[in-house]
């Protein structure tokens, strides 16, 4: 008989979801994906200058520190044919890079690293056999018997408190949980570790983006970051090699731990390795553009289906016409006004909440939908994008990590392992590798071109009359980000933000396709219904950002909270 299992709200995660599933025989029959807070700000941004819509789309979400301002000022621009200078290109391309690899070790090691780690069996842990593990898989200073008998002992010590502190209420001695001990304290030590490596992410985020979270850098037609290497109230050589420093330092956590970490949990539950594929239409866009004109990039994007890689087709451009053509919102089974199916230009954000309906309407998320199918967007999908097209450092990067995997489990893994749970964690694994090298290249273009005397940072424009629109794409640290604008006279008619947490979560559409969050569901097993472990496993691959997919709404209208400012 089945069963049915409520997770709400699902923790560690930016905002409010809610996932049902029905067990059956131990293993998932229905899964139903369910966004608990209502998006308004598309509807706050009508009749305003465009120009501002950036600094309240930002808002948006704390994690996604860069994404959406990023995405907005696109669309202005792409609206009013703005072509911006190759400094301001390059400047956010750092903004974009520095993020990311912020972001990608904040979701491994503080969101789900504690689905796979269980650390209070780190405490029979032997320090000096975890050392010899760990300098098996990598030559990390860190990683010392003194360092980890250390860890251990902070371990005791909460346990004995009884105030476990950021290791709370998680399923300690689950019988999902495989790693052996000395595993769980190395990757307990590289937790804490990863702390302050996420601080120096976004200690140089702040110093090129003026501010973290929410940069004040950006501004429709370029950046507002000043370039005179002699003035010390602008970006000078000093501050620009301090970023490369940080970074390099991030890039040596990145490559010697959180890469070599997520390798030996892959190799470790192997038995996982069937389980999470659910959609596997991939969609990913080009992103970190090396011209002006935004023709040039070095991240790949593209579309694949079911998983085939023979059909990959590439996008290269900025706003590629294959991408804005493609693209529709479903919300059959969403909380709006209506039932219709609709390109973000032509559709609206009118909420009408009823209840939570299995074969009704149940979450306020809309379903995207390309070329009318559930996409799954992320790091994974830029993987599989890349790869399929033999973009040189996506294949390079792939095949190295697989290799990894392949030494520590003693079996030969191919592409293949992707389509899963682990492959999620992999991909973004390899993908914060790749944006480490790519941010140092484009540093590297920066400086070069500042030598050269080009300080230029702005294109300036002015607004025509009558109807434009514009869309503005980028590829964030969850997956393809897009804001869809229409300008009339100078102010905003529409904005619509279609998100990657959106089209991960989105619900069912009207022809019964499930969404990629509910479909990865589909027959995994759950040893306990008690403590659905494995549902937060698959989950969490994805990084869900929920603050990004819908916003708070009191349906009674009355004041939630208020902030008085000192």
């Known amino acids: 008989m089945a069963q049915r299992i409520t997770v709400d709200p699902v923790t560690r995660i930016e905002g409010h979801l809610r996932v049902d599933i029905e067990v059956d025989g131990g293993k998932v029959t229905k899964a139903w994906s369910s966004g608990q807070m209502y998006r308004g700000l598309e509807n706050i941004l009508k009749g305003r200058d465009p120009r501002d819509a950036w600094m309240f789309v930002q808002r948006i979400c704390g994690v996604c520190t860069t994404v959406h301002a990023l995405a907005s000022v696109r669309s202005v621009e792409n609206a009013l044919g703005i072509q911006i200078p190759l400094n301001a290109q390059l400047i956010r391309n750092m903004v974009q890079t520095i993020h990311c690899l912020h972001d990608h070790i904040v979701h491994f090691y503080a969101l789900s690293a504690l689905d796979w780690v269980d650390v209070v069996s780190a405490l029979n842990a032997d320090p000096v056999a975890t050392a010899k593990l760990a300098d098996s898989l ?79 850098n950006l501004v429709v037609g370029g950046v507002t970051t000043n370039i005179n290497p002699e003035n010390q109230t602008a970006v000078t050589m000093e501050r620009l090699y301090f970023i490369k420093q940080l970074v390099e330092e991030v890039s040596s956590f990145i490559k010697n731990v959180y890469m070599v970490d997520v390798t030996a949990v892959g190799a470790l539950y192997a038995d996982w390795l069937p389980y999470g594929a659910g959609v596997t239409n991939y969609l990913a866009a080009p992103d970190l553009f090396l011209d002006a004109a935004a023709t040039k990039a070095d991240l790949p994007g593209g579309t694949v289906f079911n998983g085939d890689l023979k059909t990959i087709k590439p996008m290269t451009a900025h706003a590629d016409p294959y991408f804005k053509e493609n693209v529709q919102e479903s919300i059959a089974h969403a909380w709006y006004d209506g039932n219709w199916s609709k390109h973000p230009w032509e559709s609206s954000t009118d909420p009408k909440f009823t209840d939570f309906q299995d074969e009704g309407k149940y979450t306020w998320l809309k379903a ?144 019964g396709q499930l969404g990629p969050y509910e479909a990865s569901l589909m027959g995994n097993p759950i040893a306990d219904p008690e403590k659905p472990l494995e549902v937060l496993r698959t989950i969490h691959s994805f990084d869900p950002c929920i603050a990004c997919a819908v916003h708070m709404l009191d349906p009674e209208g009355k004041e939630v909270v208020k902030v008085k400012a000192m």
């Open 368 to 511: 995207p939908r390309f070329q009318g199918k559930p996409m799954q967007v992320g790091p994974l999908a830029q993987m599989v994008v890349g790869y399929a097209q033999g973009h040189e450092a996506t294949v390079k990067a792939v095949d190295s990590f697989l290799a990894g995997v392949s030494a520590v489990a003693k079996v030969k893994v191919g592409p293949e392992i992707l389509h899963s749970t682990i492959g999620r964690h992999a991909a973004r694994a390899v993908r914060a590798g790749m944006m480490a090298d790519l941010c140092m290249k484009h540093w590297n273009l920066l400086v070069n071109n500042i030598a050269t005397g080009d300080y230029e940072i702005y294109t300036p424009w002015s607004y025509p009359k009558g109807e434009q629109r514009g869309v503005g794409v980028h590829e964030a640290p969850r997956g393809l980000l897009s804001h869809w604008i229409i300008i009339e006279d100078g102010k905003i008619k529409n904005y619509q933000a279609v998100v990657p947490s959106t089209w991960n979560a989105g619900p069912r559409d009207a022809e």
């Open 138 to 216: 990598s030559d990390w200073p860190g990683n010392s018997p003194k360092r980890f008998a250390a860890v251990k002992e902070k371990v005791k010590a909460l346990v004995a408190s009884g105030q476990l502190g950021p290791f709370a209420n998680a399923y300690w001695g689950h019988s999902a949980m495989k790693l052996p001990p000395e595993a769980n304290l190395m990757a307990v030590s590289h937790y804490l570790e990863a702390l302050d490596y996420q601080r120096k992410a976004t200690q140089a985020l702040a110093i090129i983006g003026g501010k973290n979270p929410h940069v004040q």
